[in-house]
């Protein structure tokens, strides 16, 4: 039981810091060069990928941090 | 162990909901996509409804991505608590896909674009500062500041007229461009600009 629950709480920290490692980067550009970035989600090809990764990113975060699918191995973190 | 199974069977009915709003936000953006392609288009590319599409998807992401450290769920009702991401996290998205393609645009004219909030890029100018004559200028009657004024107008509207800047404005009558070493050819009449073609020395 001990171990599901460190399991599940290992998947939701894992997607939370992937997430926010994420987000804090593109932050980051922004504040250094937004006349980087912008550009970029302007062009329409750049928005429609960016648009179409979120939707798949938050489908796969849904799929996995909410334990839909179960590791078939426990991971080596926890192991240790 | 009844307490726990049931936070346990509550916990697992909010998860398989978030899980169904992603795949149903999928779905309709690809079903958008698919029935209004055209319009679709244009929706996406018009700067203020693209970038909040693209906002609101960054918001779901984080809604997803951050559900499951929110403390204290447990004391909202589960139907209450779907009702409560469903509105906070998925219904941004989910209208404007909805919704987003049905509007023509036109109504977003006046807004100010979001890309340019954000750009560091110089925004072009509508206006010109330009020379005009105050009053009735006669022939050969040299220009001063008394008889000439600048104001700030559209130049598509006033073509041939000579634009003020620091080099010919009154000010500096050593400069070799300035106004004030200028008169006139033909007389000018009061309100009218001052063009190259009706004062000597020309410009250039």
Redesign the interface.
């Known amino acids: 039981m001990e171990e599901i629950e460190e399991r599940k709480n290992f998947k939701?920290d894992f997607?939370?810091v992937s997430?926010a490692i994420q987000?804090g980067i593109l932050f980051i550009i922004y504040a250094a060069t937004?006349?980087y970035i912008?550009?970029f989600?302007?062009n329409?090809i750049g928005?429609?990928t960016?648009?179409?990764l979120?939707?798949?990113?938050?489908?796969g975060?849904?799929?996995y941090?909410?334990?839909?699918i179960e590791p078939k191995s426990t991971p080596k973190v926890l192991a240790m | 162990m009844n307490i726990n199974r049931s936070a346990k069977t509550r916990e697992k009915a909010i998860k398989s909901f978030i899980l169904k709003c992603t795949v149903i936000q999928f779905a309709i953006a690809v079903a958008t996509c698919a029935a209004l392609s055209n319009r679709f288009s244009e929706f996406f590319c018009n700067e203020n409804l693209g970038s909040a599409l693209l906002c609101s998807a960054i918001w779901s992401v984080i809604g997803t991505a951050f559900y499951p450290y929110i403390r204290g769920t447990n004391r909202i009702v589960p139907d209450a608590q779907k009702i409560l991401i469903l509105v906070i996290f998925y219904a941004p998205t989910l209208s404007i896909l909805t919704f987003g393609p049905m509007l023509d645009g036109k109504g977003f004219a006046n807004f100010p674009k979001i890309s340019e909030l954000f750009s560091d890029v110089p925004q072009l100018k509508t206006t010109e500062h330009m020379f005009f004559a105050r009053f009735p200028i006669a022939q050969g009657e040299a220009l001063t500041a008394k008889n000439t004024i600048v104001l700030a107008v559209d130049p598509t509207k006033h073509v041939g007229g000579i634009i003020a800047t620091k080099d010919n404005h009154f000010g500096d009558s050593k400069n070799k461009n300035s106004m004030l070493l200028r008169k006139s050819i033909y007389p000018i009449e009061a309100g009218s600009e001052i063009r190259d073609s009706d004062i000597e020395p020309h410009y250039q």
């Open positions: 939701r997607v939370g997430v987000f937004p006349g912008i550009p989600l302007n329409p928005k429609t960016a648009f179409i979120l939707l798949w990113q938050a489908f975060i849904a799929l941090g909410y334990s839909a």
